[in-house]
């Protein structure tokens, strides 16, 4: 739908004789309905990647990378039933016509093709379909005196 400046509608009607205070009542009405357009495009969101970041302070964790995904859960739930639920929704799908042909067999196909629908019946709520990259740290800040030293230490890790 095309758009046409107020002042130009304006002018319109006051050629075709509209009379002042309908005019006047008119152009209010259209400028309190443009203000919220008028407003400046905001600019594209920036792409963003998840990360989970673990503290593991004394290096209990392998050195090699792994992955893992992101759930949410009710807040008054135990985090340790997380995977109690992602196996009940995989068993829910596995139980429908879907599931019966191409049943899923293990968590990551489950968190990648169950439809979230079974994931929500569960309370589960899985954030990423695919496995995100787990970084570890050790849990602590680079010391001012030997800054640089410690920073790139702690990004080659």
Not at 53 to 75: A, T, Y
Not at 91 to 116: D, S
Request: with cysteine; charged share 30%.
């Amino acid at each position: 739908m095309p758009k046409i400046d107020i002042n130009k509608v304006a002018e319109i009607l006051k050629k075709n004789q509209v009379a002042p205070a309908l005019l006047r009542q008119i152009v209010e009405e259209m400028n309190l309905a443009a203000q919220p357009e008028t407003g400046e495009e905001a600019p594209p969101p920036v792409k963003k990647q998840f990360v989970l970041l673990v503290s593991d302070p004394e290096g209990r964790l392998p050195k090699d990378d792994f992955v893992g995904w992101s759930l949410q859960i009710p807040e008054n739930e135990s985090p340790a039933t997380a995977l109690e639920r992602v196996c009940r929704a995989a068993y829910e799908f596995n139980t429908t016509k879907k599931g019966r042909m191409l049943p899923v067999k293990t968590i990551g196909e489950a968190l990648e093709t169950v439809p979230a629908k079974h994931f929500k019946e569960a309370d589960v709520w899985v954030k990423h379909k695919t496995p995100v990259l787990i970084v570890k740290t050790d849990n602590q800040l680079p010391t001012d005196s030997a800054k640089g030293k410690d920073a790139r230490r702690h990004r080659l890790e």
